[in-house]
Nanobody, 120 residues
Framework: QVQLVESGGGLVQPGGSLRLSCAASGSFFRLNAVGWYRQAPGKQRELVARITSGGSTNYLDSMKGRFTIFRGNAKNTVYLQMNSLKPEDTAVYYC??????????????WGQGTQVTVSS
């Protein structure tokens, strides 16, 4: 079993920055792709950014240049650095990971989410 715990959300003014963390724990061999998703009230969950085990990244177009996803030195932690935040970035942000438990067995896991509110 794998647990994902997000942290770092909060209230920030427009133009401000936040860094979200996703820490994975449990019994697994490796985290494959890890993604950050968000869901605003009344909207569908959408992929914000994703990073593969090899370090390749991709972003929602509206995030490019503002958000950066990267892995920590511990490898089991993935961060989302969010700069130049806008009110429309307000949402619950979720971490998602494809974890390789053993050879040939990988499963998809979600964190509980962390609220990000951008408001003056």
């Amino acid at each position: 079993q794998v647990q994902l715990v997000e942290s770092g959300g909060g209230l920030v003014q427009p133009g401000g920055s936040l860094r979200l963390s996703c820490a994975a724990s449990g019994s697994f061999f490796r985290l494959n792709a890890v993604g950050w998703y968000r869901q605003a009230p009344g909207k569908q969950r959408e992929l914000v950014a994703r990073i593969t085990s090899g370090g390749s990244t991709n972003y929602l177009d509206s995030m490019k240049g503002r958000f950066t996803i990267f892995r920590g030195n511990a490898k089991n932690t993935v961060y989302l650095q969010m700069n130049s935040l806008k009110p429309e970035d307000t949402a619950v942000y979720y971490c998602n990971a494809d974890a390789l438990l053993r050879a040939g067995e990988s499963y998809d896991y979600w964190g509980q989410g962390t609220q990000v509110t951008v408001s003056s």
